[in-house]
Structures are given as C-alpha cells and as structure tokens.
Nanobody
Framework: VQLVESGGGLVQAGGSLRLSCAAS????????MAWFRQAPGKEREFVAV???????DYADSVKGRFTISRDNAKNTVYLQMNSLKPEDTAVYYC??????????????????WGQGTQVTVSS
C-alpha cells in the first residue's frame, strides 16, 4: 500500500484543517485506516480510526473536535480537525492495516504508513 498525506499547515488556535490520505496499490475498502501523530520528543500516538465497516473511534484528546471519514471510490481517508489547540501540533501520519483485534491504537498492527504531514497550531 502506498499512502500520501496532504493538507497540513499552520493554523491559529481555534481554527480548522482537513487532512487527506490517498491510497494506491490495494483494495482500499478492505483496509482499516487510521491517523496517528507524533510531536517532537514524544512517541507516535493514536488519533482516530475508521474500519472497513465504517466504524470509527477516537483518542479521548480529540473526541468531539476531529472527524475521520473515508471515500472508497476515491481511495482516500480524511481527518477533519476543528477547534485546534497548540497541543495538537505534530506530524500526522496515515496508516493502513488489516487486522481483527480491537486494539487499533497499536502502531504494530499497521502494515503501511504515509510520509507524514506537519500540523502546527499557534496560540
């Protein structure tokens, strides 16, 4: 699977951004798709997941502010980020995996990763 993220940038606190991740080379609809992020000096952390069945889940820190969605016709997954905070600043990564466990926050479950896109939220 090849994944290419886009849509990152610099935004003021309270603003919005929409990230996109385009996939190629696979049957996209059969993959669980997730967003992770990594801030400087910190481990990569789970942000959101959308399963092949369209079920979703979010990290507590982004619930109510971020929305993950997918368009199987376009082989693309999105992350709409609203009410952004300075602590959301990180490199955001798209990931794809096929697994049956519910521990979708585990980075080891994902077989493909994008190159990352920087999101910077100023105070």
């Amino acid at each position: 699977v090849q994944l290419v993220e886009s849509g990152g940038g610099l935004v003021q606190a309270g603003g919005s951004l929409r990230l996109s991740c385009a996939a190629s080379g696979v049957t996209f609809s059969s993959y669980h798709m997730a967003w992770f992020r990594q801030a400087p000096g910190k481990e990569r952390e789970f942000v959101a997941v959308i399963l092949w069945s369209d079920g979703t889940d979010y990290a507590d820190s982004v619930k109510g502010r971020f929305t993950i969605s997918r368009d199987n016709a376009k082989n693309t997954v999105y992350l709409q980020m609203n009410s952004l905070k300075p602590e959301d600043t990180a490199v955001y990564y798209c990931a794809a995996g096929r697994y049956s466990t519910a521990t979708y926050y585990d980075v080891r479950l994902y077989e493909s990763w994008g190159q990352g896109t920087q999101v910077t939220v100023s105070s």
